[in-house]
């Protein structure tokens, strides 16, 4: 029973509206769930607080709805709190992993990410990225979609030649293997030498056009430099997918595809979508749209940014035939998108309504902003780095004899998931300083937080020996902690669908919540020394918690642990 589809049901039966959005009142005291009447105001010509009174009149309390009352403008709905007990920990006793989960749509989603330049190891903004796209791959599985994992390398281009220059001039024969460092590690050294080196020498600049013009055109020994250090680089990168648990259906070069959007241009350009300037470069003109001129192809016949990015967008929809395609890309590039988007629509592509930028905003660290050619960059290895080993003290103050092969496991799954909730907690949009000491805390806002809860409900299981049933009488569940607990496990599938319209951080919120009010309830009242039958309802309501906090730390990525 979906106690919030039958009260929409009623609703517009009684009202006619096509569609009914229900809020969540504040406190469960205003009921479980209030429509505003603000939307009939105009259509009825009366005040909400008139049309909020008549409907509860109007529309009667059933097995399901205990109560219906006009407060305010507001007509507020109060369950059947012994049939929502029954209904929800059923459910999700029966579906177990599975709760949350919608039905397959057939609708297919392709997520683009991390996009990293093979000049320098994946950093912070990676990371931020990563997570994102991880965790929002999950959740869009969880709401139905076969989600596609690409990735385009940005393998090509000036940025490139500047630590392939340095290389050739002061590398001589060194090697990853030789400086004893991790390959893209290594190639990002000379990136961080070249821009040291330009200072003292601008001139530099003008080698770095002549080696890109080289690569133009197929210099073998240019070739060859490319592809040993792009090599370093994928090899590094591999390495921190791995740690991050990535893996991609298909992985797009720069390199590869830069060419192809001229065509497309060209094309356009007979049909009249762009023009000529009068030094022959190919521009369009996106005034009305709010965007004025972007060149497409440069008075010399050679490609922009953008340019490339409308062939990718093709290839693509051609590889995978997607109903949507996600661009995990930070808030630096939402002209760039803008721009790229009005211009598929021009060329009326049929995916060209089909195309979405998930922006996010800058993260650095509390120490201060981050410059990849100071190389002041915090990489993402470095980071995982410090945090496990934060997270391999904590673990051994709470475990002083734990063996060291379980405290290495246990703790790269508590830093992990240390970085990937304290960057998923927040809005995407927003700019964050990412504090390692604070994310690592088992108390607060934190990952290591909720995995601490769900072992805590784990070992109070474990110590019941009891074998959990659904059977039970659940209505001996009447304490104000234990409703409240209740409702929110009931609100986790709307939280999902929530999450799945790009909220990604309404459920780390939820989570938190839904953690803070297990604790209240634990602190509050006993589990194992209840009286036997409250004992055997609890235990079933934690075990029902413990699940819906495994199934939403998986969508973000984070793995739970038995003990901790």
């Known amino acids: 029973m979906d106690f919030k589809e039958e009260i929409i049901k009623l609703l517009k039966k009684e009202t006619k509206l096509d569609e009914i959005i229900l809020e969540v009142p504040p406190n469960s005291e205003l009921g479980d769930y209030a429509f505003p009447c603000f939307v009939l105001s105009k259509q009825m010509k009366k005040a909400p607080t008139i049309i909020a009174q008549e409907l509860a009149k109007s529309i009667k309390p059933n097995k399901s709805i205990k109560e219906i009352k006009a407060i305010g403008p507001y007509l507020n709905f109060f369950v059947n709190k012994e049939k929502l007990s029954e209904n929800v920990l059923k459910k999700i006793f029966d579906e177990k992993d599975c709760y949350g989960t919608q039905k397959k749509t057939n609708k297919k989603i392709i997520i683009e990410y991390p996009g990293p330049n093979t000049n320098k190891p994946l950093h912070l903004g990676h990371v931020r990225n990563m997570c994102l796209g991880y965790a929002l791959s999950r959740i869009l599985e969880a709401n139905g979609n076969d989600v596609i994992h690409v990735n385009i390398n940005n393998d090509r281009g000036v940025h490139i030649c500047k630590s392939m220059l340095a290389y050739q001039k002061w590398g001589k024969d060194d090697s990853p293997e030789k400086s004893k460092m991790k390959s893209d590690f290594f190639v990002g050294k000379y990136y961080v030498l070249y821009a040291q080196k330009e200072k003292q020498n601008p001139e530099l600049e003008q080698e770095v056009q002549k080696m890109l013009e080289k690569w133009e055109e197929g210099d073998k020994e240019t070739i060859a430099l490319w592809k040993k250090m792009n090599k370093w680089a994928f090899d590094g990168f591999k390495e921190t997918y791995k740690t991050f648990d990535l893996k991609f259906k298909k992985e797009y070069f720069e390199s590869e595809t830069y060419k192809n959007g001229k065509d497309i241009v060209l094309d356009g350009l007979k049909k009249g979508l762009f023009y000529k300037k009068e030094d022959n470069a190919v521009a369009v003109d996106l005034s009305k749209q709010g965007f004025g001129e972007k060149v497409l192809l440069r008075a010399n016949g050679t490609t922009v940014y ?58 650095n ?93 784990n070992s109070i299981l474990e110590k019941s020996e009891e074998k959990i049933k659904d059977d039970i009488d659940v209505s001996l569940l009447k304490e104000k902690e234990e409703l409240e607990l209740i409702k929110l496990l009931s609100n986790y599938e709307d939280i999902v669908k929530q999450a799945g319209n790009y909220k990604i951080n309404t459920l780390a919120r939820y989570l938190l919540d839904l953690a803070q009010s297990f604790n209240n309830f634990y602190h509050a009242y006993p589990v194992l020394k209840a009286e036997e039958d409250v004992k055997k309802a609890r235990l079933l309501m934690i075990n029902c918690v413990k699940q819906v906090l495994k199934n939403g730390l998986y969508l973000l990525g984070i793995d739970v642990l038995e003990r901790m």
Do not use: W
Not at 346 to 356: G, N, S
Not at 427 to 447: V, Y
């Open 306 to 363: 953008v340019t490339q990015d409308i062939y990718l967008a093709k290839l693509k929809y051609d590889n995978f035939r997607y109903d949507k395609s996600l661009y995990v890309v930070a808030t630096e590039q939402n002209h760039h998108f803008k721009v790229l988007f009005e211009i598929l629509k021009l060329l009326k592509f049929p995916f060209a309504e089909k195309c979405y930028h998930f922006a996010y905003g800058m993260v």
């Open 365 to 457: 660290l509390t120490t201060g902003k981050m410059k990849s050619r100071e190389g002041t960059v915090v990489d993402a290895d470095t980071l995982m780095e410090e945090v496990t080993g934060l997270a391999k003290d904590e673990t051994k103050k709470r475990n002083k004899d734990i063996p060291e092969k379980d405290l290495d496991e246990r703790a790269n799954k508590i830093a992990l998931g240390a970085i990937r909730f304290y960057i998923l907690k927040y809005d995407p949009l927003k700019d964050i300083l990412f504090d390692p000491k604070e994310s690592i805390s088992f108390e607060g806002e934190t990952g290591p937080y909720l995995q601490y809860t769900y072992a805590r409900i």
